[in-house]
């Protein structure tokens, strides 16, 4: 058994070692409680510092052995936690047999360096406190290589409403009057390939149900209210709505060869609010001694340069919106139910509005989400309140300008708190 004399200096050394013992103590008793090895994490633009910590089993009395082994835990550890600050939980937990072979496979030439910050032998175990640099850049390169974009963003979902009338053509051509067969015109065509190629998603809608009561789906230009109520039907983020048309134009050549002058006008609306975002209107010319065919192409010229015009506005506009959007920053408690956790981050997401939901860090029962959101946190929560979640309920407790705290409570947890409708502190 040790002992200490009772002098000043002998008693200052004892009082200094029970105290890092009782740190070290406090670190190993906490350790089981919290994500696979992370306690700190900071943020550089190409790198990231994080302090972990690792365990190894002494074999056969090989203190150096074990020291490598926890070591080696930790560097994982910390590739890890970059992962989990990089991707969405839900990615994440998708493809986990593929992050694992990138992890474990080559885990060192992910990390910039380190250094052992403490160290400890308890029983026939080594444990390292170490802190790690991770190379967060070539962590996000590896990851898109193998089918992980982590920077890939899903833009919103377009419906596209054109009417079109040609030359010959007795009345303008659409698709959205209850009980006809869905046809899409030229333009449509068009402006549905240029804004797929930018990354848009392209509802291919169905028919619109006879049962459908909106007023003005019956007419080549609805209102502004049927659009919206279609967008909504087909579950589209933006409506883009407009006409085109062909009309003989007066210049000729020789005595067959006519010229045809392609018009397209469109706007695109909001779903969620009905504003308009974009709108274009462009016109290009066409010949041919077919007025049909002269008047097709001139259309299609015109929606070629249209298409462009309105994709490029868009992207202007969602990259503005982005920018204006603020930092929120929320709390979520319970976040060691996995299940639960994917469900609410997903429901999160999908609030319109909400932009670039990622985890920020991880401790003891809380994860950390920040994301963009363009009004304050407690229209947030009140959003979050209309949701419901299978199999728990969610508690929010704080909530001020830029921040909440929510709790997952599970279905079969007895006595949950009552959930008011939030108001700011």
């Not at 937990?93 to 992910?110: A, D, M, P, S, V």
């Not at 967060?136 to 009338?165: F, H, M, Y």
């Not at 009309?247 to 050549?253: I, K, S, V």
């Not at 462009?308 to 503005?320: F, G, H, P, R, Y």
Request: with cysteine; net charge neutral.
């Amino acid at each position: 058994m040790i002992t200490f004399n009772h002098n000043p200096q002998f008693e200052s050394a004892r009082q200094t070692c029970l105290r890092k013992m009782i740190w070290i103590f406090a670190f190993l008793w906490i350790l089981p409680f919290l994500p696979k090895g992370i306690l700190h994490a900071k943020e550089t633009e190409t790198t990231k510092t994080i302090i972990v910590m690792g365990a190894g089993k002494i074999p056969k009395n090989d203190t150096a052995a074990a020291r490598e082994i926890a070591i080696n835990e930790s560097l994982i550890s910390a590739v890890g936690q970059a992962i989990v600050a990089t991707l969405p939980v839900e990615m994440i937990n998708t493809n986990f047999f593929k992050i694992n072979e990138l992890i474990y496979g080559q885990t060192r030439q992910f990390i910039q360096g380190y250094r052992v910050l403490s160290e400890t032998k308890l029983n026939d175990n080594y444990r390292v406190m170490v802190e790690v640099t991770v190379a967060v850049e070539k962590i996000k390169t590896q990851l898109a290589n193998i089918g992980l974009d982590p920077d890939k963003k899903e833009l919103p979902k377009i419906v596209l409403l054109i009417s079109e009338r040609n030359i010959g053509d007795e009345k303008p051509q659409y698709w959205w009057k209850p009980g006809l067969p869905v046809q899409k015109n030229a333009t449509e065509k068009v402006l549905g390939e240029i804004l797929h190629k930018q990354g848009f998603q392209i509802v291919k809608p169905g028919a619109v149900p006879s049962e459908m009561q909106v007023a003005g789906l019956d007419t080549p230009e609805p209102p502004n209210e049927a659009v919206l109520a279609l967008a909504k039907h087909y579950q589209a983020d933006i409506a883009i709505i407009g006409n085109a048309f062909a009309e003989q134009a007066a210049n000729t050549m020789g005595g067959d060869i006519l010229t045809y002058k392609g018009i397209v006008s469109a706007r695109a609306l909001r779903a969620e609010t009905g504003e308009e975002t974009a709108a274009t209107y462009k016109s290009e010319v066409g010949a041919g001694a077919d007025p049909k065919a002269g008047g097709r192409e001139a259309i299609i010229r015109a929606a070629n340069i249209a298409g462009e015009d309105i994709a490029s506005k868009l992207l202007t506009a969602l990259k503005t919106a982005k920018k204006e959007s603020a930092h929120i920053t929320i709390e979520v408690k319970g976040g060691h139910l996995l299940n639960h956790f994917i469900k609410l981050r997903k429901a999160i997401a999908e609030i319109p509005e909400v932009q670039n939901v990622q985890v920020s860090e991880m401790r003891a029962g809380v994860t950390m989400l920040v994301l963009n959101y363009p009004n304050v946190a407690n229209q947030l929560a009140k959003m979050l309140l209309k949701k419901s979640f299978d199999g728990f309920g969610i508690h929010i407790s704080t909530i001020s300008e830029d921040r909440l705290v929510i709790e997952i409570i599970p279905a079969n947890q007895r006595e949950a708190p009552v959930q008011k409708e939030p108001s700011m502190q």
